[in-house]
Nanobody, 126 residues
Framework: QLQLVESGGGLVQPGGSLRLSCTASGFTFDYYAIGWFRQAPGKEREGVSC????????NYADSVKGRFTISRDNAKNTVYLQMNSLKPEDTGVYYC???????????????????WGQGTQVTVSS
């Protein structure tokens, strides 16, 4: 069964950290670039980060550069998103998705992704 499952979300104070995980099954994980998206209430889903299939390249939205780090472990079929110095504006549902390519060029284009997880809630609030 083809699946992407996110975990690691929760409630954290501003300035805190969380690590999200995205674990895949049912497809050849190391063929695909993996992206993270987020969606805040009343807003469109936006691209946050992407990592190529071999982990040789990564991309980040300007709003998270220097605070978030994406990584992957192909042996575990898992991608991670380490989020530091969290801000209230980082609040939203975070989704991982598998891209129909091994690279991340144009990573924020949602139609480029073929498989999506169900999302995990991240809330940054004091």
């Amino acid at each position: 069964q083809l699946q992407l499952v996110e975990s690691g979300g929760g409630l954290v104070q501003p300035g805190g950290s969380l690590r999200l995980s995205c674990t895949a099954s049912g497809f050849t994980f190391d063929y695909y670039a993996i992206g993270w998206f987020r969606q805040a209430p009343g807003k469109e889903r936006e691209g946050v980060s992407c990592i190529s299939s071999s982990a040789s390249s990564t991309n980040y939205a300007d709003s998270v550069k220097g605070r978030f780090t994406i990584s992957r472990d192909n042996a575990k079929n898992t991608v991670y998103l380490q989020m530091n110095s969290l801000k209230p504006e980082d609040t939203g549902v975070y989704y991982c998705a598998a891209r129909r390519a091994s690279y991340c060029s144009g990573y924020a284009i949602r139609s480029e992704y073929v498989y999506w997880g169900q999302g995990t809630q991240v809330t940054v609030s004091s």
